[in-house]
């Protein structure tokens, strides 16, 4: 595909090569440090061609059959099962992932492309014969028009796929802005679909920063917009985007904990602390940042966790390695300023991540698995979102009090308990002020057909992404009540109508 040739990556509008931007980004490969090609940066002129072309083609778009547009998410679907080693390998090469990581970040996105497979089904309306004597109500999810789809760098593909599939099937058209630090992953798809036989405009592709994004938030042909990203801009795009009339969902930061109760297994538990907490060098929304430790089992479960951390192999993406380098310079060096600050603040420095063998060539952006115990809620390593590989443990005395630590937290995106006692897992589930919640799991990102989406900070906006919800923010609901008319409904009655 092209998007691997060019050296300057171009937006995709109308399924085609758009330039015509002075501005252009710096992509890098966070493994070697080096940039391997620039970006266009969309001033307002380009992201309106783009919204200009979904709006262009959505009359058509939202009138072609469900059969078609089903037809069409079959072959896309079968495309990026085939072919989806090319994208795992874009993946690694902008985002630093490693290539398992990344291949199951694919996995995780087609759910959605087979969710959208069954738009028939989903979009599938009510009636009522008779509602009163002879009158019929029948209700209809249709489109909404032109969807904004704004993504972050952690997920360049899977984040994408939460929307524009189901957005796409329901019959509206769109235009994604992907973050401008890994953005090939976003045109891949967007030709994929292309291939697949999906009409000119329905998928179009901008890449750029806040003047393009405040391009969408501003154009009146924009109807809805689903955003990702750190909380301020999440607030941001929530508030500028429902200011101006759009329907609007705007996924943000996070900080999840995992509390362990003294009757877990603590292998078990180490292990997926080390998954959650390490696997794409923490740059995941869902990932584990604090374990929450029972005093009298934290020394026993901090010892499995170093010692199972120390073990990672730490490099290049490609070569077989646990874990990957960070997104840039500025945020690894941001991410150390983080154990700098653990450090002052008097925290207990488990596991020092800031050196350590590296299996890769020149100068990646690289962090080792860092851990801190005896972490305080005052302290910045435990308040803010740190996006890196340092995991924070706060120890507590009692079941209460963990549960209180995390409803206590302004973020609310996941969560999980590690116990064997049925009974607390329950309480956990039903006390907990969080959207997403594991037992015994440590990333419980739900399957396609549930719908994802945290609380409080987490999430901006009432209709969470795919699942039955995503289907629901992509349509509007529209009843209609009728009858066909005879000589019996005749007559004056000024009254407000009644059934009978
Ligand atoms: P980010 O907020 O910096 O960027 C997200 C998007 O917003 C990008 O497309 C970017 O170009 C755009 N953007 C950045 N600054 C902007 C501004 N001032 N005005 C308008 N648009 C702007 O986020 P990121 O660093 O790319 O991603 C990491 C963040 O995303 C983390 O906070 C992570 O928790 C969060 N995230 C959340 C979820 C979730 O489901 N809740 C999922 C993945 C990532």
């Not at 869902?286 to 199972?308: F, Q, T």
């Not at 207990?348 to 698995?369: V, W």
């Amino acid at each position: 595909m092209s998007t691997t040739l060019t050296t300057t990556l171009q937006h995709w509008i109308n399924n085609a090569a758009y330039s015509g931007d002075d501005r252009t980004g710096k992509i890098y490969n966070p493994a070697t440090g080096e940039v391997t090609r620039e970006v266009a940066l969309a001033s307002k002129a380009t992201t309106e061609a783009a919204i200009a072309a979904a709006h262009a083609a959505f009359p058509k778009w939202r009138d072609t059959s469900l059969a078609r547009r089903t037809a069409i998410m079959f072959t896309f679907r079968q495309l990026l099962a085939e072919r989806k080693g090319e994208l795992a390998a874009i993946i690694t090469e902008e985002h630093g992932k490693v290539l398992d990581d990344a291949l199951g970040e694919v996995a995780r996105g087609m759910e959605v492309v087979e969710l959208a497979c069954n738009a028939p089904y989903l979009l599938k309306g009510e009636y009522s014969e008779n509602a009163s004597t002879g009158v019929d109500v029948q209700s209809m999810r249709q489109p909404v028009g032109v969807s904004a789809i704004i993504s972050p760098f952690n997920f360049p593909a899977m984040v994408p796929l939460w929307f524009f599939p189901v957005a796409i099937a329901s019959g509206n058209t769109v235009v994604l802005k992907p973050s401008e630090k890994d953005p090939s992953a976003a045109n891949w798809l967007a030709e994929l679909f292309a291939e697949a036989g999906l009409p000119e405009g329905v998928l179009n592709v901008v890449h750029g920063d806040k003047e393009s994004v405040d391009t969408l938030l501003n154009d009146e042909r924009i109807s809805t917009v689903s955003f990702v990203g750190s909380t301020p801009i999440a607030q941001y795009v929530y508030s500028t985007g429902t200011a101006n009339g759009k329907r609007v969902q705007a996924f943000g930061g996070a900080k999840n904990h995992m509390l362990v109760l003294p009757d877990a297994d603590l292998d078990l538990a180490a292990d997926m602390a080390v998954n959650a907490g390490f696997g794409a060098a923490g740059e995941r929304c869902m990932a584990i940042s604090v374990v929450v430790a029972l005093e009298n089992i934290a020394d026993e479960l901090v010892g499995k966790i170093a010692e199972r951390a120390k073990t990672l192999r730490v490099g290049d993406g490609t070569r077989g390695c646990d874990m990957g380098p960070l997104i840039t310079g500025e945020h690894r060096d941001k991410v150390a300023g983080y154990i700098d600050a653990g450090i002052a603040a008097g925290a207990t420095l488990a596991l020092d991540g800031r050196t350590g063998a590296i299996d890769a060539d020149g100068e990646g952006f690289f962090l080792h698995p860092t851990m801190f115990d005896n972490v305080t809620t005052d302290m910045s390593i435990y308040t803010d979102e740190i996006f890196g590989p340092v995991l924070s443990v706060v120890r507590v005395k009692t079941f209460n009090e963990g549960i209180e630590l995390i409803n206590s937290s302004k973020y609310g995106n996941g969560t999980a308990v590690f116990t064997n006692d049925g009974g607390a897992a329950r309480r956990f589930e039903n006390e907990i002020q969080v959207g997403m919640v594991g037992v015994n799991v440590p990333i419980p990102v739900p399957v396609g057909y549930h719908s994802f989406g945290g609380w409080k900070a987490s999430l901006f906006g009432d209709q969470h992404a795919y699942g039955p919800e995503g289907f629901k923010f992509f349509t509007r609901n529209k009843v209609v009540t009728k009858r066909w008319l005879d000589p019996s409904h005749g007559g004056i009655n000024l009254g407000f109508p009644q059934n009978d």
